[in-house]
C-alpha cells in the first residue's frame, strides 16, 4: 500500500480532521469472530490478555456554517475496573483534541452517532460530578432510530456493548434527531443504515462531486484489515448481513473511488480502495490525515 499524506482533507464544501479519542483493548478474537487466530495475530499482535490494540477514532467536518462530528469517542463515564481490563489510554479525549482546533463544546452543531456502543457513542454524555450532561450542549444529535430502540433493549447476546449512561440521557433531550433509514443529514453529507454489526449502524459519506467522496465506515469495517469479507466481528448481531452490507458498501466505494475511514485501525486511519485480480476490495492508498 502506498502511503500519501493530506493535513486537512478538503471535499466539497467541507474540511475533515480526524479526531484521536485514545486508544483500547479489546478481545482478538471478538474483533475477528470466526477467522482463526493465527491470521489475525499476525496482522494485529495480541498483548498478553490477547488483547489487540484499537484507536478510538472520531471525525471532524466543517463547512457551510457547520461544526460536525462523527462519533463522540468513549467518554469519560467507563467504571474504573472495566477501563483497566480494556486498558484504555486516554487523557482528554475528544473534547481536548477540539480544544487543540480551536472549537469548544459549544461551537458543535450537529453530532452524527454512527451507533451507540459505548466505544462510539460514550463522549455524547460528560460525567461532571454526579451528574451527566450533553457533551455538545448545541448540537443536534443525529442517530437512527432503530439504533436508539435496539440500544435501549440489547439481546442478551449484546447487552455489553451498551451502557444506560449513555442512552437513557439522550431519551427525550430536544437534541436529539431520530433517522429513518438513508437520508441526507445536511448538504452533501448522507448516511447509510446498515443492521449487521447493530441495528441502524450508518456509515457516513461526506460527498461532492468532482471531490472525492470520504465515508466513515463506522464498525461496517473497524479496521483495515476487515475489508476482507469473512473477517466479521464476534459482536455483530448479524454476520450475515454484515456480509451483505460490506459487499454492497465497499463495491460502491470502489466505482465511486471514495476514501474510506477506520473507526479502530491504529495504522491505517483512511485510504482509497481498489479491486485485485480475483475482485476483492482491496486496500489502495493510505491516506494519512
Ligand atoms: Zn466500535
Not at 480532521?17 to 471478538?30: K, N
Not at 487543540?100 to 459549544?106: N, R, S, V, Y
Not at 472525492?212 to 475489508?227: I, K, M
Request: with cysteine; glycine share 10%.
Amino acid at each position: 500500500m502506498q502511503e500519501g499524506r493530506l493535513k486537512t482533507l478538503r471535499t466539497g464544501g467541507y474540511e475533515i480532521d480526524l479526531v484521536d479519542d485514545g486508544l483500547f483493548g479489546l478481545d482478538g478474537g471478538s474483533m475477528f469472530g470466526i477467522v482463526p487466530r493465527h491470521a489475525w495475530a499476525r496482522l494485529m499482535p495480541p498483548d498478553e490478555a490477547n488483547r489487540v490494540d484499537m484507536a478510538l477514532r472520531a471525525v471532524l467536518v466543517r463547512g457551510g456554517g457547520r461544526v460536525i462530528l462523527i462519533d463522540a469517542g468513549i467518554g469519560n463515564k467507563i467504571p474504573k475496573k472495566l477501563a483497566a481490563r480494556m486498558n484504555i489510554r486516554r487523557d482528554e479525549g475528544t473534547p481536548g483534541k477540539l480544544r487543540a482546533l480551536g472549537i469548544g463544546p459549544g461551537d458543535i452543531t450537529d453530532v452524527i452517532a454512527t451507533h451507540l456502543h459505548f466505544d462510539h457513542a460514550g463522549g455524547l454524555t460528560t460525567q461532571v460530578g454526579c451528574e451527566i450532561i450533553l457533551t455538545y450542549p448545541n448540537a443536534r444529535i443525529h442517530v437512527q432510530r432503530a439504533c436508539l430502540e435496539w440500544a435501549r433493549r440489547p439481546s442478551e447476546k449484546d447487552a455489553a456493548s451498551f451502557m444506560a449512561h449513555d442512552v437513557e440521557p439522550l431519551v427525550g433531550s430536544p437534541n436529539l434527531h431520530l433517522l429513518d433509514g438513508d437520508c441526507e443529514v445536511l448538504p452533501g453529507i448522507r448516511v447509510i443504515s446498515t443492521n449487521g454489526h447493530s441495528p441502524g449502524t450508518q456509515v457516513v459519506v461526506v460527498s461532492h462531486q468532482p471531490s472525492p467522496s470520504f465515508a466513515f465506515l463506522s464498525d461496517l469495517v473497524s479496521t483495515v484489515h476487515h475489508l476482507r469479507l469473512p473477517y466479521i466481528a464476534a459482536f455483530d448481531v448479524a454476520p450475515l448481513d454484515t456480509l451483505n452490507e460490506k459487499k454492497r458498501v465497499l463495491s460502491q466505494a470502489v466505482d465511486e473511488g471514495w476514501i474510506v475511514c477506520f473507526p479502530h485501525d491504529t495504522n491505517t486511519p483512511a485510504c482509497t480502495l481498489a479491486k485485485n485480480e480475483k475482485g476483492e476490495v482491496v486496500a489502495r492508498n493510505k491516506v494519512a490525515l
